[in-house]
């Protein structure tokens, strides 16, 4: 393996997350603001990982005897395709020769996030768990051989609905872990996720400038699909999702609603929410 594909620091850590094998547990809790990594970090009953590059934070300690590792991620899918990857390498490569380790390690990637809701019965300060994502950023239709874990069907139909134009990247979908979701999201609203690659106009935000589709967050509150409705917007669970899935990882994303684009709602205080969030998590987790 060249150096420029597999890059390493002086120390011999991953080139951007600064990390060394042995440094992270199975369980990875994945949020997007560094400063969430230490307000979780606090919950925690001991830690013996504590590390930080760019807006990569991690912290891996232990909770009821169960290790966890907790890591920023920053916003968006390009740095969601950074920081999977180097965690798979770092359990799955041997960083010194790059050579894939003979019996690969599995890894359980759930993303503690922040959403949009799109449906007006969903208020905010509430939690959904993404059964699937769709991802309109792309990042996915740069690997060879994702085909087998996409559900098309799904993205057909949103694609039909959405009348979606040639000139973007097409829409992807992918399924949540079901031994995840059912260990770690009991009761909680589930749905269909939409991962956008901007907060403005991807998301049918107006300020200076006019989105593509004056409609689209209509449209994506009025799509059913089985039965199923999309119900938040958010900005990373379709890499985590996609290439979980083609890296032999589990992965789950639970988020708190803190705006509903449906009613204008805002939640401007929901640090107490992704706090009582997290502390769910992590009961689960050590259960």
């Not at 934070?57 to 909770?63: A, H, K, L, Q």
């Not at 969601?80 to 359990?91: F, M, P, Q, S």
């Not at 020769?97 to 922040?114: A, H, M, N, Y």
């Not at 993404?130 to 098309?152: I, Q």
Request: proline share 4%; hydrophobic share 40%.
């Amino acid at each position: 393996m060249k150096q420029t594909e597999l890059i390493t620091n002086p120390d011999g850590s991953i080139f951007h997350l600064h990390l060394l094998p042995g440094e992270i547990a199975d369980q990875v809790i994945i949020v997007g603001d560094p400063g969430r990594v230490e307000m979780i970090g606090q919950m925690l009953d001991s830690v013996r990982v504590r590390k930080s590059n760019r807006e990569f934070s991690t912290i891996t300690g232990s909770y009821r005897d169960v290790e966890i590792t907790i890591i920023s991620s920053g916003i968006g899918t390009d740095n969601i395709d950074i920081v999977v990857n180097e965690l798979d390498a770092l359990v799955n490569i041997d960083l010194s020769t790059g050579v894939v380790k003979e019996e690969p390690r599995t890894l359980s990637f759930i993303r503690l996030g922040t959403a949009g809701g799109l449906q007006k019965e969903i208020p905010v300060g509430s939690f959904i768990a993404t059964a699937k994502v769709v991802g309109f950023d792309g990042v996915l239709h740069f690997y060879e051989g994702y085909e087998w874990c996409l559900d098309h069907q799904l993205a057909d139909a949103l694609a039909s609905h959405l009348e979606w134009p040639d000139t973007l990247a097409y829409p992807y979908a992918v399924d949540a872990d079901a031994c995840l979701m059912e260990k770690v999201a009991a009761g909680m609203n589930r749905g269909i996720t939409i991962s956008s690659p901007g907060f403005y106009g991807p998301q049918g935000r107006r300020l200076r400038l006019e989105p593509f589709d004056s409609e689209l967050n209509d449209n994506l509150t009025s799509f059913r699909f089985r039965g199923e409705k999309v119900t938040n917007y958010e900005m990373e669970s379709s890499a985590i999702y996609g290439l979980a899935k083609l890296l032999n990882h589990k992965a789950l994303t639970i988020c708190v609603v803190i705006g509903n684009r449906v009613t204008g709602e805002f939640l401007t205080d929901y640090k107490p929410a992704v706090r009582s969030l997290a502390q769910q998590v992590l009961d689960a987790l050590s259960s």
